[in-house]
């Protein structure tokens, strides 16, 4: 595994029900999360991002089975990628992961994810025995990945805080000293 056969994706086909409006239209810093978290990915040493799920004005790949899950969405997405490619991939709605928690996987240089969270994670494409990877569920890829699990100290868990309502965005907002 090499960094240049590493794309980043940001996930970002959910619902956003609780939130009441798109998570990924929300305002952070100067544009949106989406902007946020694509900038995140190239600061961390990607050059290649991509959205999964349709996002016009972005490099993006549909979400062929909408409402099945960051699992599915995520096997379709690697289906899509050349068989050597692997993947970096962040949930859109992670605005306090840092630089160096994304180079720390891109540094295990293998299926790699951190304890307790399953995403971010680092993905490759085919599993051990050479199939195209899948799974149902972000745990069921981990498996069939057979993916490591990073140590996280507690220092860094706040950087893992997920923005699903108006409250945890107030939350995230005030913690980023936005």
Aim: aromatic letters at 6%.
């Amino acid at each position: 595994m090499n960094h240049e056969s590493t794309i980043g994706v940001v996930l970002a086909g959910g619902l956003s029900s609780r939130m009441g409006r798109d998570k990924v239209l929300l305002p952070w810093g100067d544009g949106t999360l989406l902007d946020h978290m694509i900038g995140l990915l190239q600061d961390s040493g990607l050059s290649t991002v991509v959205v999964c799920g349709e996002r016009p004005g972005y490099a993006s790949v549909p979400d062929s089975e909408p409402g099945q899950g960051p699992g599915v969405a995520i096997s379709h997405l690697l289906a899509s990628l050349a068989s050597d490619a692997w993947a970096l991939i962040v949930p859109v709605d992670m605005p306090l992961l840092t630089p160096k928690l994304i180079r720390a996987l891109l540094d295990s240089a293998q299926a790699a994810y951190y304890a307790d969270y399953p995403l971010p994670a680092l993905l490759p494409t085919r599993d051990g025995s050479g199939h195209r990877l899948y799974g149902h569920s972000l745990r069921a890829l981990h498996l069939a990945a057979d993916s490591h699990v990073l140590l996280l100290n507690d220092a860094d868990r706040p950087a893992f805080m997920n923005v699903n309502t108006p409250a945890d965005w107030g939350e995230a907002r005030k913690a980023s000293s936005l």
